[in-house]
């Protein structure tokens, strides 16, 4: 991944700014305040690091980037809008900032502060075992990782039984109170629907065999009626199969009066208020008695837990040793080509002007690259002791070792301030190594780095804002004179530039 075309509008230095950085070692420098750190900051937003300081940041990104969700296109466009707010569109589809740095962070490298994982254990294994030519050894690397997530998913489910069972008496004895409770009552689908409207017509009872009595004695009378109507030779069509069918209606209905009569209204409340119980608690009778499945498919499980909390850790102690013999044979390659790594280091570290970088292999709890752990300092000075100028020179040794295929993007503000002159050109070839593998961008204040530039880009300040142009060589000789001697170009310095051009 690089950066092909920069633009920048409206931010706090620049009224625009529109470059096109070379693949290598880019280098910018200028006077102090006269926006470098600002365009830097630029950068920095374009990968979602920073909060954008402009209205407009745009560029175009070339080689093999992962858009995870993105359109995957030949020339990536990335935009960085600002009014009230920052919109972020990537192929023009929007974005966010942190969206931004999930995307671009596995190729972006920033050296600014103790704020790397280059001097990690972890990382500097990975740089030692790149320098392992044996195949095998790369194939037990990957058996051994393949086993070591393994164990992690082992380890995982060994924990959530752990939990399970700190609980388990608590659970047991809470799914067999659920299933007694309502195997107890041994509820029936539509049976309180059924008790409720008995219920209903018990407590009508008394009222309707008082009035079925009435309506019966009043049919009797109905045969008077009917005489008459037969006497007066009258007709009432139906009027006897009226009275015969509702006689027969009331007589059949107190007949179920007196059925009802003979049941307990004190066991039809009783299995009333149990019923109830249930639905109050589930929510009805169905999600009782699926409620009473669950629990003891529960309990059946719980019942097991004890089984399958052996039959794991059985596993896991096995390949635990298989681990361990794998992380051994790792071991005795890594033995065999420490010593190469630290020549390696070395050989950067006179260039860079560090004392003797010295490792240490040790043993260490299994972890995704083994079971081994590499130290790094210098003489006795372990990394948390270092100076930022020491701890990030160091940090340049490893990265030109590791020397990756396509590094990416290496961000660099102010890598040579503060050090000596010896130092800060040491500085600059490692860079320059680097810059065939990574892009680099890098702020600098010393003439010794801009020497090695493939583009030199000056910030100059103007009246009202700064503006940004990359130097021809006679622009690069005079912005070199200038670091050494300042404002006044002095033929000494002009000299010396014009020789570090040519080398």
Do not use: W
């Not at 880019?26 to 209205?55: D, H, M, P, T, Y």
């Not at 052996?310 to 096995?318: A, G, N, R, V, Y």
């Not at 010295?358 to 299994?366: F, G, I, K, N, T």
């Amino acid at each position: 991944m690089f950066l092909e075309k920069i633009l920048i509008k409206n931010s706090p230095a620049f009224e625009s700014v529109n470059i096109a950085p070379s693949k290598g070692l880019n280098i910018i420098s200028g006077a102090s305040g006269s926006g470098k750190s600002v365009f830097f900051g630029s950068l920095l937003a374009l990968f979602g690091i920073k909060e954008s300081n402009a209205g407009v940041i745009e560029a175009e990104i070339g080689g093999e980037i992962d858009l995870r969700e993105y359109p995957q296109e030949e020339e990536v466009l990335v935009q960085i809008l600002k009014k009230d707010k920052a919109r972020y569109y990537l192929n023009e589809q929007s974005s966010s900032k942190k969206r931004f740095n999930e995307i671009f962070s596995p190729y972006i490298k920033l050296l600014t502060h103790k704020n790397s994982n280059e001097l990690s254990s972890e990382y500097l294994l990975e740089v030692l075992d790149t320098l392992i030519s044996s195949s095998s050894h790369h194939q037990t690397l990957r058996e051994f990782q393949e086993g070591f997530i393994q164990l992690q998913e082992l380890q995982n489910k060994l924990k959530t039984l752990k939990e399970e069972q700190k609980n388990l008496i608590e659970l047991k004895e809470f799914a067999l109170f659920e299933i007694e409770r309502i195997e107890k009552i041994n509820p029936k689908i539509g049976e309180y629907e059924e008790l409720l409207a008995y219920k209903k017509r018990l407590s009508k009872k008394e009222k309707l065999q008082s009035l079925a009595n009435e309506a019966l004695s009043a049919l009797e009378g109905m045969g008077s009626v009917n005489a008459f109507l037969e006497g007066a030779e009258l007709k009432l069509e139906g009027f006897e199969s009226i009275m015969l069918e509702a006689r027969a209606l009331i007589e059949s209905e107190c007949e179920k009066l007196n059925v009802l009569g003979e049941s307990d209204p004190e066991e039809i409340l009783d299995r009333l208020s149990s019923l109830n119980s249930l639905i109050s608690r589930y929510g009805g009778i169905e999600e009782a008695l699926a409620r009473l499945e669950e629990q003891k498919v529960k309990l059946k499980g719980y019942e097991s837990i004890d089984e399958d909390f052996s039959h794991i850790q059985k596993e896991i102690d096995s390949l635990d040793v298989k681990l361990q013999a794998l992380s051994k044979s790792l071991s005795l390659e890594r033995k065999k080509a420490l010593e190469i790594l630290i020549q390696e280091l070395n050989s950067y570290a006179k260039l860079l002007l560090l004392e003797e970088i010295r490792l240490s292999l040790s043993q260490a709890p299994l972890h995704f690259l083994g079971a081994d752990e590499l130290g790094v300092c210098i003489k006795q000075s372990g990394v948390q002791t270092l100076s930022s100028g020491e701890y990030n020179r160091l940090r340049l040794a490893v990265l030109a070792v590791e020397n990756k295929k396509d590094g990416g993007i290496l961000l660099l503000d102010e890598i040579d301030a503060n050090l000596s002159g010896e130092e800060s050109e040491g500085v600059a070839k490692v860079l320059k190594k680097l810059s065939s593998t990574y892009q680099v961008f890098a702020i600098s204040h010393q003439p010794h780095l801009p020497s090695y530039a493939d583009v030199h880009f000056l910030v100059k300040k103007g009246e009202k804002k700064s503006g940004m142009i990359a130097l021809d060589r006679e622009g690069r000789v005079k912005e070199i004179a200038r670091m050494i001697s300042g404002s006044t170009l002095t033929p000494e310095a002009l000299e010396f530039a014009n020789k570090k051009l040519q080398i």
